[in-house]
């Protein structure tokens, strides 16, 4: 009988709750991982020693089809990340603020592939989760 009666409530509650409630729940947040992890130099050529730039990269996006966009054009994300990486100068991968205006060309650079790609952008921000400079 307590069950019923449990059941009951959350029935009565279910169909009280508006329908923004519904959809709110609905939005999720997921996490990719654009594996394996970016290593590429960086400067200008022939001015001595080479530089590198080891960083980890992921993405956040709002649903399954996202997620499932960002796996699928992984190669050419990749290579759109790897070319942004290899122009940047010491100057800008050494400094905070160096690093977040490159966070922002490379959010923009993935957003613009899955565009043209899919006809939605789907990832919503982009976090260097790992970022080591050997000048």
């Known amino acids: 009988m307590i069950n019923r009666l449990r059941w009951l409530a959350l029935a009565a509650?279910?169909?009280?709750?508006?329908?923004?409630?519904?959809?709110?729940?609905?939005?999720?947040?997921?996490?990719?991982?654009?594996?394996?992890?970016?290593?590429?130099?960086?400067g200008e050529p022939g001015t001595g020693r080479p530089k590198y730039l080891k960083t980890e990269v992921s993405v956040r996006v709002g649903s399954l089809a996202g997620?499932?966009?960002?796996?699928?054009?992984?190669?050419?994300?990749?290579?759109?990340?790897?070319l942004l990486l290899s122009r940047q100068d010491e100057a800008a991968v050494s400094s905070s603020s160096?690093?977040?205006?490159?966070?922002?060309?490379?959010?923009?650079?993935?957003?613009?592939?899955?565009?043209?790609?899919?006809?939605?952008?789907?990832?919503?921000?982009?976090?260097?989760?790992n970022f080591i400079v050997q000048p």
């Open 98 to 129: 160096g690093r977040e205006v490159l966070r922002v060309e490379a959010l923009a650079e993935i957003r613009s592939i899955l565009e043209a790609e899919e006809g939605e952008a789907f990832v919503e921000d982009l976090m260097f989760t």
């Open 13 to 42: 509650l279910a169909c009280w709750m508006p329908a923004g409630m519904a959809e709110e729940s609905s939005a999720e947040v997921r996490y990719v991982e654009l594996q394996p992890t970016f290593i590429t130099n960086f």
């Open 67 to 82: 997620e499932t966009a960002a796996r699928y054009h992984l190669p050419a994300l990749r290579n759109s990340l790897v």
